[in-house]
């Protein structure tokens, strides 16, 4: 364990209670993995049962709230002093955005939730593997990665945004409840908010390490035979954090920032292959119709709960992805924060619904269409493949139907590879933040030993249950966050009315570098 010179600018009532959490955790998996996942698997049917409709009402009024914001009187706010421009053009500003939203869990899902729900559709709405099923798959492809998950992402980084930037605050959770709780935000209230930051990030990220690590172990042998199995995850885990571990202690983060920005580029020629050597006519007729329905439907998707529908799979899919962006909730909203210094709360919030959603929207319909195609009028197989081989060969079963099957798959393991290193790092980083008493470098074997121990969890995860533990621990560990959003909520309506209202004026913003230049700097 570090000695406590070498851990510089912690906060000992975050760091230390955050740090046992997680040791006991990963000790007791190490140690006893079915008796974890037996206790974990009770929780989580106990917060399905009980609380899994706290989920959906939840984070439809994220959503309806963060709408009225843009629209409102409020929309006019900026976030840094009145009159101050934007820290970053518009162009780079969205560029970061696209480098938060495609991530491992596009790569994973883009192809396997499409082909999971054609093949049973949700909450029985139409006939498996019909012309409906796939209409229905999309629809609800979009549903759970599109507007609901980055309204969750736009109310904290808002919250992290507005009482940084304006109001010239430590870039912690905790300091968006001032309003609201006033000098104990310094207090044990405060650090608790914070200690459920930092483990709700830790559970998330490790949720994304692992789906990262099952999909580049199908990959694997998909190209080379290599097997499939915990111990070669496990191993893929150990060795990407090796590279995580490294890049942080040799100052090569300018090399990671640019394999990131060139992931997007990768990531974007893939799409484009697909595009235009696939079904391209079905691919533009999927995404108009599947919009559409999508829309029209999105308010009785948004408030359906298992009283009348399917509470098993409402729990394994859309319970699910609402506390995954949860878990993920003060990563990214940090991570947009940081650059959004400068914006109105109008122009925060529609380019933080609107930009990434239409990526969404776009890298769906084509890996699913292209899937959907194939089960529909091509050579077919991809429901039988993820049913029997697991959603992460989904990706590499469309692959090998076009042409340069062998490049377009280590393509595709590259960019997951890449995405699980910066991932890892730029979350590391954050939760050293978040520990650290919101330091804009927080010291080194900091933000090495969080992303050790999110590896460290991965691995514990997938031994305790696979996707299914994965899954379990995301549900379990944002439950208790998704209370602090709510009040979050409540805190930043008061800021707001305070400030629209002219009580009290904005402290000057404290001068602050991108989260980019941090995370360079900080490594």
């Known amino acids: 364990m570090p000695t406590t010179s070498r851990l510089r600018g912690v906060d000992p009532a975050v760091f230390w209670p955050a740090i046992a959490i997680t040791a006991a955790f990963i ?49 006019k706010i900026r976030l840094g002093a009145d009159g101050e421009l934007p820290e970053f053009r518009t162009v ?20 396997a939730e499409p082909v999971f729900h054609f093949g049973a559709p949700p909450h029985g709405l139409a006939a498996a593997q019909t012309k409906e099923a796939a209409l229905v798959a999309m629809k609800y492809s979009y549903f759970h990665w599109a507007l609901h998950p980055w309204a969750i992402y736009a109310i904290v980084g808002l919250a992290i945004a507005y009482f940084t930037h304006r109001k010239g605050l430590p870039i912690l959770i905790s300091s968006a409840f001032t309003p609201l709780l006033g000098n104990a935000v310094n207090g044990p209230i405060g650090k608790t908010i914070d200690i459920l ?43 990407l954090s090796v590279l995580f571990i490294l890049s942080a202690v040799s100052g090569v983060g300018k090399g990671v920032q640019f394999l990131s920005n060139m992931n997007m580029v990768v990531a974007a020629a893939l799409l484009l292959f697909l595009a235009v050597v696939g079904p391209t006519i079905f691919i533009l007729n999927t995404f108009t119709e599947a919009l559409g329905d999508y829309l029209a439907d999105l308010v009785t998707m948004s408030f359906r709960t298992a009283a009348f529908s399917d509470g098993k799979w409402l729990g394994s899919w859309t319970i699910f992805y609402w506390a995954w962006w949860v878990s993920w909730a003060p990563f990214v909203g940090v991570f947009i924060a940081r650059i959004s210094k400068g914006r109105t709360i109008r122009e925060f919030i529609t380019g933080v619904l609107l930009i990434p959603s239409g990526v969404t929207f776009l890298w769906f319909t084509i890996m699913g269409g292209t899937a959907l195609h194939s089960e529909l009028m091509g050579v077919g197989g991809l429901v039988e493949a993820v049913n029997n081989q697991g959603a992460a060969i989904s990706l590499f079963a469309l692959l090998e139907q076009y042409p340069a099957t062998a490049l377009t798959s280590f393509v595709a393991i590259f960019l997951v590879a890449i995405f699980f290193i910066s991932g890892a790092d730029a979350a590391s980083i954050v939760m050293g933040m978040l520990s650290s008493r919101g330091t804009l470098e927080p010291a080194r074997i900091v933000v090495v030993l969080w992303g050790v121990l999110a590896g460290a969890s991965a691995c514990v995860l997938l031994v305790m249950g696979g996707l299914e533990g994965l899954q379990t621990a995301s549900i379990i560990a944002a439950a208790p966050f998704l209370v602090v959003m709510l009040g979050l909520c409540i805190s930043l309506w008061m800021a707001l009315l305070d400030d629209l209202e002219g009580r009290r004026e904005p402290a000057s913003p404290l001068p602050e570098a991108s989260l980019l230049t941090t995370v360079v700097a900080a490594e």
Do not use: H, K
């Not at 009402?57 to 009187?73: C, D, I, K, P």
């Not at 780079?92 to 192809?111: A, E, K, P, R, T």
């Open 27 to 75: 000790s007791w998996g190490a140690v006893a993995p079915d008796s974890l996942a037996s206790v974990t698997q009770a929780i989580l049917s106990a917060i399905i049962n009980g609380f899994g409709w706290g989920f959906v009402v939840s984070t439809a009024l994220f959503l309806v709230f963060a709408g009225f914001l843009a629209v409102s009187r409020f929309g």
């Open 92 to 111: 780079s500003w969205v560029c970061m955005m696209f480098s938060v939203g495609m991530g491992i869990g596009l790569m994973f899902w883009g192809v």
């Open 197 to 239: 930051a930092v483990i709700a990030t830790l559970f998330g990220t490790a949720t994304s390490l692992g789906l990262g690590a099952q999909q580049i172990n199908s990959g694997l042998n998909f190209l080379w035979g290599t097997g499939e199995g915990t111990a070669i995850a496990l191993t893929i885990i150990a060795v």
